[in-house]
């Protein structure tokens, strides 16, 4: 496919999109500006970042570590006056924690105070050795789906781990994120993390992110007060390889 071909889909996918999340919000009473929309680029090539960013979107989510450095070196080549803002929104090993600081500007899956603790280690030293300037910003990653391991912590488990999060001075607790059952009621799910993410508010009222809803059910998680939606699909289609 032509640059110009890609483009183009690129651009009739993103204004879809946009429709959806504009009458998701109408349907709730909500302004399309409280959700913001997060582009899952996994799997897709950094000339794909580029024009969805020239189409005016700035952030961008990654879900496996390896990749998601190269890709942003890239972009970062591609586009060197391009602002774009990175999620990490994938399971996270704890070895991994030093090279996800150096490009990610926001974690979203933190399921564990072992892992907490890897990254306020790693920002500690990226920030000493000037790597990044700022805190990391953090999603508490919340398992709505007990039987399978799709990562994220127990729901009874968060509001402890949100608050270590909140007495490390690198690590900035900003909400919380999960991932509907797969072949569950998302309605369900989505309700359960807005009791969750209210009780996380009441302790930390700065954590007001709630990230749900990805292709499939961002209506649901618009209606119950997401304020990030995580599509992939419905933006840059079925899934392509970007390397061998
Ligand atoms: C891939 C992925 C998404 C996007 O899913 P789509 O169904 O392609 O929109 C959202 N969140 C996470 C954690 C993902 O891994």
Request: hydrophobic letters at 40%; charged letters at 30%.
């Amino acid at each position: 496919m032509s640059e110009q071909a890609r483009r183009e889909e690129l651009a009739a996918s993103l204004a879809e999109v946009r429709g959806r999340l504009d009458r998701a919000c109408r349907a709730a009473g909500r302004s399309p500006a409280e959700v913001e929309l997060l582009a899952v680029t996994k799997n897709f090539p950094a000339s794909d970042v580029v024009k969805l960013s020239e189409l005016g979107l700035s952030s961008f989510a990654e879900n496996r570590e390896q990749e998601a450095r190269n890709k942003v070196a890239e972009y970062a080549g591609l586009r060197p006056d391009g602002s774009a803002r990175w999620h990490m929104v994938g399971q996270l090993q704890r070895n991994k924690a030093r090279s996800v600081v150096r490009w990610a500007d926001v974690v979203e899956s933190v399921d564990s105070d072992r892992l907490a603790e890897a990254l306020a280690r790693a920002t500690a030293n990226a920030l000493d050795a000037g790597d990044r300037e700022h805190p990391l910003d953090v999603l508490v990653q919340v398992n709505l789906d007990e039987a399978v391991g799709r990562g994220g912590a127990p729901p009874a488990e968060v509001p402890r781990l949100a608050e270590m999060i909140t007495r490390t001075s690198e690590l900035r607790l900003r909400g919380v994120m999960a991932v509907a059952p797969l072949g569950g009621d998302p309605d369900m799910a989505f309700a359960t993390l807005s009791e969750i993410a209210e009780r996380v508010r009441v302790d930390h009222p700065e954590a007001v992110d709630v990230s749900a809803g990805m292709s499939g059910d961002l209506e649901s998680a618009v209606a119950h007060g997401s304020t990030r939606v995580r599509v992939g699909t419905a933006l840059l289609g079925g899934r392509r390889l970007i390397s061998p």
